[in-house]
């Protein structure tokens, strides 16, 4: 008999924990943010992704792979973002997990300098492996971080002036208006969010 009352007590215990718990709370939290926060709960989205989420702005190089697929170029008139194991997909986030005595990571690290200063060094006289920052050639944890540190900023911002015809005084003002903080201002270093400063720069 008392077996029998409490199977009774645990099942509707579980029950009514079930629907406070596993539906009202998440639908009290979901109303909450969605009247006070609803540009952060629907994703901080913007014109072109999100504000959270890097894009690489690339054109077609005009050549294609062995697969017959187009092989594509960075956009030498948008600030690109770090580089991403993902391909910045916001389905599959995750790090390069690279370790300094993988082989991988030597030909990795020397394929992505080489790039970035095949793109940035026209731009950017006696730019050597040095004065790259390491976030250049460097995946995020995510992968999908949409920073650079101001210094990549620095850099791109020659290009992104010279490709363009704007005053690099005017790009650089964009990058400063587009400098996300430190966390609670103590947390981390300032970062330059790509997807807002690439989308002020299409405006």
Do not use: C, W
């Not at 992505?112 to 250049?136: I, K, Q, S």
């Amino acid at each position: 008999m008392k077996l029998g009352k409490d199977l009774t007590t645990a099942t509707i215990a579980i029950a009514l924990l079930t629907i406070a718990l596993g539906i009202g709370y998440p639908l009290a939290i979901t109303a909450v943010s969605q009247v006070a926060f609803a540009g952060k709960a629907d994703g901080s989205l913007i014109a072109g992704g999100s504000r959270l989420i890097g894009v690489a702005r690339t054109v077609d190089s005009g050549r294609k792979d062995a697969a017959g697929k187009p092989i594509t170029r960075p956009d030498r008139a948008y600030f690109q973002p770090r580089p991403s194991a993902t391909g910045y997909s916001a389905s599959a986030t995750f790090f390069s997990n690279r370790g300094p005595n993988a082989a991988s990571a030597r030909y990795f690290y020397r394929d992505a300098l080489a790039a970035y200063l095949a793109l940035e060094g026209p731009y950017n006289p006696g730019l050597t492996d040095a004065g790259v920052p390491v976030d250049a050639v460097t995946t995020s944890a995510s992968g999908v971080d949409p920073h650079i540190s101001r210094a990549n900023a620095a850099i791109q911002a020659r290009r992104v002036a010279a490709v363009r015809g704007l005053p690099l005084a005017r790009v650089r003002r964009l990058v400063a208006d587009n400098t996300d903080g430190r966390f609670a201002g103590i947390f981390g270093e300032p970062g330059v969010n790509v997807q807002t400063l690439n989308r002020a720069l299409g405006r």
